[in-house]
């Protein structure tokens, strides 16, 4: 069949958006658009794929191969240069903070695959006290994102993080309003939150957040580090595959 190449190609380009289980930061106005596809060669590439949906898992799993051997790649480096902002920051939340191995998150409140990661990290910090959890709260979908991150922040010192996170991640239509509401069923005196949020502090720490994911190549949320690993998406096997690498890793040092 001599189009089979071709269309076998076409394939793969049209899965090329597929990617991993993450979300990503929205791009901005000035961009080139995406050249669009030839509208008959298209229609061709549809029937083919309808005739050969495989191709689309085949394809969709070697992306993902050559997307965490890139991403891995590129931020090993960084992540050891970087190794002290990624998980010794006193100002992130860290849960299980006498834990012997680190996992950090970045993720944002109103991100779908953060969402979906949650209710793993709250068992992952419920049932491995060896675990030290960061948070690191990475603002990528705008104001309300920023307010809901502030207002976690802000609520560090009343000792509701963990609720405030849990509740967030709950919330399928994340609106200002519903931080406040969520916030105060968690407990928190929210004016109290809302005003130590707006610091000066909170705003450098939010910037420096945004730097340090930028010199990591994190692009998306979530992205998970442990040791010299990154793990970009919500690929909750993989994470929980490397913390028992760390684990393993630990025991035979010690």
């Given at each position: 069949m001599p189009l089979r190449r071709p269309l076998a190609f076409a394939a793969a380009g049209l899965v090329l958006s597929i990617g991993m289980a993450a979300c990503s930061q929205p791009q901005t106005a000035g961009k080139a658009d995406t050249p669009k596809v030839d509208e008959a060669f298209?229609?061709?590439?549809?029937?083919?794929?309808?005739?050969?949906?495989?191709?689309?898992?085949?394809?969709?799993?070697?992306?993902?191969?050559?997307?965490?051997?890139?991403?891995?790649a590129k931020s090993q480096g960084a992540i050891a240069k970087h190794r002290q902002a990624i998980e010794r920051d006193p100002r992130d939340f860290v849960a299980n903070p006498n834990g012997t191995i680190t996992v950090t998150e970045f993720f944002d409140y109103k991100c779908g695959y953060c969402k979906l990661a949650a209710p793993q990290i709250l068992e992952i910090i419920e049932k491995n006290p060896d675990v030290r959890f960061v948070f690191k709260e990475f603002v990528i979908f705008g104001h309300t994102s920023e307010v809901a991150a502030r207002m976690a922040i802000g609520a560090q010192d009343q000792g509701k993080t963990l609720a405030v996170y849990k509740a967030m991640m709950e919330e399928k239509s994340l609106d200002d309003a519903?931080?406040?509401?969520?916030?105060?069923?968690?407990?928190?005196?929210?004016?109290?939150?809302?005003?130590a949020g707006q610091s000066a502090s909170v705003t450098q720490q939010l910037q420096d957040i945004q730097g340090l994911a930028?010199?990591?190549?994190?692009?998306?949320?979530?992205?998970?580090?442990?040791?010299?690993?990154m793990i970009?998406?919500?690929?909750?096997?993989?994470?929980?595959?490397?913390?028992e690498e760390a684990r393993l890793a630990a025991k035979k040092k010690g």
């Open positions: 298209g229609k061709k590439v549809r029937a083919y794929l309808l005739e050969h949906p495989e191709i689309l898992l085949e394809v969709s799993a070697k992306l993902q191969e050559k997307q965490l051997a890139e991403a891995s519903a931080v406040d509401r969520l916030a105060k069923a968690a407990g928190v005196d929210v004016a109290k939150a809302r005003a930028q010199t990591l190549a994190i692009e998306g949320t979530p992205a998970f580090i442990v040791g010299d690993k970009p998406g919500a690929d909750m096997n993989a994470l929980k595959l490397a913390i």
